[in-house]
């Protein structure tokens, strides 16, 4: 009964995932565009909660539907981006663009399915990593390192934001 | 894990977003005049486009927000777990604010955090 | 115990808050050359840091991320070396009057970080997080001169491209933890024979090999390069065309060689492939090129196909070659880089070929020194560049690649046309009529960086020893956590004698 449940609601985030990738393509306004994206954002985040990666679904609502949709938004405004205009399209989007990504689809596609089993059964870190605190386990004891140097890495981003964003003196 | 609650929450808010559009639609009055579609509908008319330029320090402010929204993801993963990791994640996670509390000093120090206009401050 | 295996970077790390937090204390009009100074300060005790972490165990540290052994200490070495003699040519040649030199220096110092750690780095999470750190700082630097559309788009072009090719890295990190469970180097090279999934593992060591292959700019990720080193400004340029590419190299060493040496027949062709086609594109398209840097820039893809010749040779020879080789391209692009940001100035007003004709008569000094490290690229004997390009083809004709080694001798053959090129016009007489454009007096820190990079390349060239040495123990620690087995055969030293 249980099973169902999970296969439900991962039908329902799944199709209201590709729908929403497909609307964000097709709508003409890019504020539609980012508003579709976060209905992309917000599914895949359930579809991480359906996998039991708490985090990462947290991390997605937090981090992607919230900061990265802000900063969409703040861009389509800054920007003042009006309505698209549609075009036909390159020649080369034709002609190398679509059988490109139809290959890439069958090969990805033909890989999956190939070596389904083995993909299956691979362990991804001695199956250990289940909820949020056995992540902060990891992230605080073996990963010690690595986290304080993303503190770094962040101070490096503020340091070059300022610099780009500095008005230039005469 | 049972998802019966998230499904039957999903439910309940399509079904509130659906009675509330709904309900406006059909109860509410509906008349097309002259002057309906303006903002303001018994007020001055707007002149010139809503869309005005805007300046480049909002898109500074998204950006510190963006930065500082990944900082809380990680102090969320510490609070998670903070009895288990004890005093040295304490520790661990106090070196991490530590950096991050001399970014905040340096922004505001550079007057990044500055709106007044005519600020004698750096940044745009 | 642990803080001792990443001393050099925790100096850094300091020394680069101190600056952003001070900067803005300042008074606006005071000059911020203290703060250059101060940076050498801190780079030079960096320096010193590794040098003193030699005499430490090898070992690791922070549960295993971090490793200190003779190869980190050799790449922290040339790192912090270069980023001295970058940081000594910067500081007069940059807009004295600037006020945002103390981010400058500060972003030098926090990108140095990055690379030191991808150096030492045994976890490949912290690589990334390394790779990134050297990567934004570079992108902003390359971005510093706003005033010049050029260097924005500089910035821009190098920005997008860079967060693709690091995006192309992480997947295949991803799907090496998805083949192997681990990001452990060494626990990667252990679980990799008994992967149910090799085909995931052939899949990241493409998508690593991409990733890496865009910082270090080999044909075809080069793109880029042309484009980003004639726009940012020279200084950047000698930064930014060394330091984060050896410390790439090290990374590529460390992955290939620590993590993926079972699948080895899998992927010695792809660095077949990319070495052939960088050095033979990077060199045909230097000789056409008008503009000295862009031409350099050029030379730098050609330069990194010689380097990926020696990843073809499976030996602890290879690894050595590849290393010194690091080492002696880092000493004379640095070098020339210096000399070009100050005779082509920080807005470069000097920049085509005919612009330099007669630089001799104006400033022989500069010029002697442009003129030896032009010799070293072309790899003339008594120059780094020599012994450099000598112990990698040795290593790989050891290997039996003699298609690779004749397409890299015909190759040098082609680049001393360019490199000649602009050699003679350095010696020839300004054409009649044109405008002579007077050279600033060096000022004395670029006479100091250029003095240190030119010894460097000349040592180098007459008494490698030392470093090569060095370089061979690296390789050897190295080459223990891939291949437990073979480390034990001691490799005979072929240095020719003097």
């Known amino acids: 009964m249980a099973f169902d449940m999970y296969l439900v609601i991962f039908l329902i985030f799944g199709a209201l ?66 309505e698209e205009e549609r075009t036909r399209g390159s020649r080369a989007a034709y002609l190398v663009g679509f059988p490109g990504v139809a290959a890439l689809l069958g090969l990805l596609t ?7 089993m083995p993909l299956g059964n691979a362990q991804l870190g001695g199956g250990t990593l289940v909820t949020t605190s056995d992540l902060s386990r990891v992230l605080f004891r073996d990963l ?8 770094i890495l962040i101070l490096v981003a503020i340091l070059g934001a300022v610099a780009l964003a500095r008005k230039e003196e005469s | 894990m049972h998802l019966w609650p998230l499904a039957v929450y999903l439910v309940i808010v399509v079904m509130l977003v659906v009675a509330m559009l709904g309900l406006s639609f059909v109860l509410g009055q509906r008349h097309h005049n002259r002057a309906t579609g303006t903002p303001y509908e018994s007020g001055i008319l707007s002149q010139g486009s809503a869309r005005v330029r805007l300046s480049a320090k909002f898109y500074l402010v998204a950006m510190f927000f963006v ?13 998670i777990a903070v009895r288990e990791t004890g005093w040295t994640g304490y520790a661990e996670a106090m070196g991490f604010i530590a950096v991050l509390l001399a970014t905040l000093v340096y922004l505001w120090r550079v007057g990044a955090l500055d709106w007044r206009q005519g600020s004698r401050r750096v940044v745009a | 115990m642990h803080l001792a295996c990443i001393l050099p970077e925790v100096i850094l790390t300091l020394a680069g808050v ?8 300042l008074p606006r009009t005071a000059s911020r050359k203290p703060t250059g100074w101060f940076s050498v300060l801190a780079m030079v005790a960096a320096f010193a840091a590794s040098a003193w972490q030699l005499h430490l165990a090898p070992g690791t540290a922070y549960y295993g991320v971090v490793q200190t052994d003779a190869f980190s200490v050799f790449f922290h070495l040339l790192i912090c070396g270069t980023v001295l003699v ?19 220096f500060a972003l030098i110092l926090l990108g140095t970080v990055g690379m030191l750690l991808m150096t030492s780095a045994v976890e490949l999470l912290l690589v990334f997080i390394g790779l990134e750190i050297s990567s934004i700082s570079t992108y902003i630097l390359a971005g510093f001169r706003r005033r010049s559309g050029k260097s924005i788009e500089a910035s821009i072009k190098y920005f997008l491209l860079g967060s693709f090719a690091t995006a192309f890295f992480l997947y295949g990190i991803a799907l090496t933890f998805g083949a192997t469970g681990t990001t452990r180097i060494a626990a990667i090279a252990a679980a990799l024979p008994h992967t149910t999934t090799p085909i995931l593992a052939w899949t990241a060591v493409g998508l690593i090999l991409i990733g890496l292959g865009f910082k270090v ?32 190299f090290a990374v590529l060493l460390r992955i290939f060689y620590g993590a993926y040496p079972s699948i080895q027949q899998h992927w010695w062709s792809l660095f077949w492939v990319l070495a052939a086609v960088s050095m033979t594109l990077g060199n045909l398209a230097a000789l056409r090129q008008q503009s000295v840097k862009r031409m350099l820039a050029y030379s730098s893809i050609a330069h990194a196909g010689y380097l990926l010749v020696a990843f073809t040779s499976f030996s602890l020879q290879g690894i050595a070659a590849a290393s010194f080789y690091a080492l002696c391209y880092v000493a004379m692009n640095v070098g020339i880089f210096a000399v070009i940001s100050h005779v082509g100035g920080y807005d470069d007003h000097l920049w085509s070929i005919t612009d330099y004709r007669g630089l001799a008569y104006r400033s022989p000094v500069l010029c002697g020194a442009m003129a030896f490290f032009l010799l070293s690229l072309i790899g003339i004997p008594f120059t780094g560049g020599f012994f450099a390009k000598f112990y990698v083809f040795s290593a790989a004709l050891q290997q039996g690649m003699f298609g690779l080694a004749i397409i ?41 960086a250029i003095l240190l990079s030119a010894s460097a390349t000349l040592l180098l060239g007459v008494v490698p020893r030392s470093s090569l040495d060095l370089a061979q123990r690296g390789a050897g620690t190295l080459f223990q956590t891939g291949h437990p087995a073979q480390a034990a055969v001691q490799v005979v030293n072929d240095a020719p004698s003097q």
């Open chain 3, 217 to 248: 700019s080999a044909a075809p990720f080069h793109v880029w390069t042309p484009d980003v080193y004639e726009g940012a400004p020279s200084p950047v340029v000698a930064l930014m065309s060394t330091a984060p590419k050896a410390a790439a």
């Open chain 2, 67 to 79: 930065i500082f929204d990944l900082e809380a993801v990680f102090i969320f993963a510490w609070a």
């Open chain 1, 17 to 82: 995932c590709i729908a929403g990738a497909l609307n964000l393509l097709l709508q003409r306004h890019p504020i539609n565009s980012a508003l579709s994206l976060i209905v992309v954002m917000t599914s895949l985040a359930v579809l991480y909660l359906l996998l039991g990666a708490e985090f990462l679904a947290a991390a997605q609502v937090i981090v992607y539907s919230g900061a990265i949709m802000v900063l969409f938004t703040f861009v389509i405004m800054l920007l003042n981006a009006g």
């Open chain 1, 144 to 151: 010690l390192l690595p986290f304080e140097v993303t503190s």
């Open chain 3, 408 to 448: 890299g001798l015909i190759n040098s053959g082609i680049a001393a046309f360019y490199y000649l090129r602009l050699l003679t016009a350095l010696y020839s007489k300004p054409a009649q009529g044109s405008p002579v454009l007077a050279v600033p007096r060096m000022s004395i820190t670029l006479g100091l």
């Open chain 1, 110 to 116: 033909y890989i999956f399915l190939s070596v389904r």
């Open chain 3, 18 to 25: 101190l600056i952003m937090l001070v900067d803005p204390l």
């Open chain 3, 86 to 104: 970058a940081l000594l040519a910067a500081i007069d040649s940059v807009r004295p009057e600037a006020h945002d030199m103390g981010e400058f």
